[in-house]
């Protein structure tokens, strides 16, 4: 049996990631694929537990170093429990969030850690996506759009547009840095737009 994909979404929060995975995974279905939508931190009951702890609550509440190993620990259960039997079932998995998160949330957002966050993801985890659309969108823009949500996931989403800008330049960085898997898409247009770029591009990949 042939191979599941793995394909993440990434971004700024707010940048329209779970908007696009759901007109994706319809597309996707609607041309005969098995798709499963999933997201990180998160994916499998152990990993939402995971994400429990430590989306919640104030802002000092973990260290980066410590958020970089509930990460992982909630991304290896994910990965078991999840994305590697779906992958092995020929199901293509389409995540809100992958490792790339990671390397800029923890690796550059807040503290240089960036290195850590490589070695841990080689040692740990071991398998990069095989697609990985980034979603570029003006901070205001994206603040704007995720505190409109209700929800008490707010510890990220609190640190401001300072860091969301330093958080973009991240991302812009590594596509530019993995340009052979990562994909930049301008999200500052209508859905519908974004969605044509996002679908362009599954078109030439053989799945
Ligand atoms: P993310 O998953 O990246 O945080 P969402 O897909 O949840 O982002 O989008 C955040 C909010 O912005 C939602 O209310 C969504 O409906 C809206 N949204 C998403 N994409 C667009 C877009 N291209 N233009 C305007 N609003 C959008
Ligand atoms: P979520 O609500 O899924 O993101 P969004 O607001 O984009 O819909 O929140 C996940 C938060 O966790 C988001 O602010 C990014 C952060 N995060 C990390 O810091 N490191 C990681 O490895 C992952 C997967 C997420």
Redesign the pocket.
């Known amino acids: 049996m042939k191979s599941g994909k793995l394909i993440t979404f990434e ?5 329209g ?2 908007t696009q995975i759901l007109m994706l995974a319809e597309k996707l279905i609607a041309a005969g694929n098995e798709v499963i939508v999933t ?4 994916g499998s009951p152990g990993a939402e537990e995971i ?1 429990n702890m ?2 919640k609550g104030d802002k000092g509440r973990w260290s980066t170093e410590t ?2 190993l509930l ?2 620990a ?2 290896r259960d994910h990965l078991e429990r999840v994305i590697e039997p779906a992958i092995a079932a020929g199901r293509h998995v389409l995540s ?4 790339d ?2 390397r ?3 690796g550059v ?1 807040r503290g240089e850690l960036r290195r850590k966050v490589d070695i841990l993801h080689t040692q740990m985890i071991g398998r990069e996506a095989d697609l990985t659309f980034v979603i570029d969108i003006e901070p205001e823009v994206g603040l704007d759009r ?1 505190v409109a ?1 209700t ?1 008490d ?1 707010k ?3 609190s640190f401001g547009l300072e860091l969301q800008d330093r958080l973009r330049r991240g991302f812009l960085d590594l596509a530019r840095e993995c340009s052979e898997r990562v994909v930049l898409v301008d999200g500052n247009r209508p859905k519908d737009k974004v969605a044509a770029d996002i679908h362009n591009v599954i078109k030439e990949m053989p799945l």
């Open positions: 971004g700024i929060d707010g940048s990631k779970s997201r990180e931190p998160g994400r430590v989306l958020e970089l990460f992982t909630a991304r809100d969030r992958y490792v998160s990671t800029v949330y923890q957002g995720a949500r929800g996931e510890r990220f989403e």
